[in-house]
């Protein structure tokens, strides 16, 4: 069974930086499209980043230019790098796995931007 789970979450002053870390279990990691949501309380799923199989990544609007996603096939994991962190980066970060025929969730990690 495929299973996600994030690390590295925290609290960063305003202006810090922070990766999240997305370790894949199962050996389909390399078919997986990886994502990076994020959620604040009362509000939907937002989505964040991506990097696909082969390494092409896309971000939202509002994190472009700070945050950075990447993956490493040999480790079976995926990053998120981010930077110049504002108070409205305060959120539930999840990663999410999926190939078009499954869906995979991690369980989230906090991160919190206050000074």
């Known amino acids: 069974q495929v299973q996600l789970a994030e690390s590295g979450g925290g609290l960063v002053q305003p202006g810090g930086s922070l990766r999240l870390s997305c370790a894949v279990s199962?050996?389909?990691?390399?078919?997986?499209?990886m994502e990076w949501y994020r959620q604040t309380p009362g509000k939907e799923r937002d989505f964040v980043a991506r990097?696909?199989?082969?390494?092409?990544?896309n971000y939202a609007d509002s994190v472009k230019g700070r945050f950075t996603t990447s993956r490493d096939s040999a480790k079976m994991m995926a990053y998120l790098q981010m930077n110049s962190l504002k108070a409205e980066d305060t959120a539930v970060y999840y990663c999410?796995?999926?190939?078009?025929?499954?869906?995979?969730w991690g369980p989230g990690t906090q991160v919190t931007v206050s000074s």
């Open positions: 199962g050996s389909i990691f390399r078919t997986l499209l």
């Open positions: 999410k796995g999926s190939n078009g025929l499954d869906t995979y």
């Open positions: 990097v696909t199989s082969s390494g092409s990544t």
